[in-house]
Nanobody
Framework: QVQLVESGGGLVQAGGSLRLSCAAS????????VGWFRQAPGKEREFAAA????????YYGDAVKGRFTISRDSAKDTVYLEMNSLKPEDTAVYYC???????????????????WGQGTQVTVSS
């Protein structure tokens, strides 16, 4: 079992950048795939990016492809989401999740993950 803590959210102007971090307050991320999802008010939770346990598999949602980069640092047991060229429509609560997706398609869906953090707010002003 693992408990996740996100950090790095905040307020940024459109075109700016933020880096989110996902770390384990209990347990370790080392044997899990990690995904980032986001949820705006009144909308469903949306897939943003994911990385396999080894770091060799990278997955991105269409809305963030080319602007966001996911990575993991095994030494720090942390997964990062580097967000560039931010847009007002990126405003949401961002959640990290850990799990063992059974097949590549599972990375894109919430059911592929067993553990979730509390989320961190990202607000992009126009």
């Amino acid at each position: 079992q693992v408990q996740l803590v996100e950090s790095g959210g905040g307020l940024v102007q459109a075109g700016g950048s933020l880096r989110l971090s996902c770390a384990a307050s209990e347990g370790t991320l080392s044997s899990y795939a990690v995904g980032w999802f986001r949820q705006a008010p009144g909308k469903e939770r949306e897939f943003a990016a994911a990385i396999s346990w080894s770091g060799g598999g990278l997955y991105y949602g269409d809305a963030v492809k080319g602007r966001f980069t996911i990575s993991r640092d095994s030494a720090k047991d942390t997964v990062y989401l580097e967000m560039n060229s931010l847009k007002p429509e990126d405003t949401a609560v961002y959640y990290c999740a850990a799990g063992a997706p059974y097949y590549s398609g599972s990375y894109y869906h919430t059911h592929g993950y067993d553990y979730w953090g509390q989320g961190t707010q990202v607000t992009v002003s126009s």
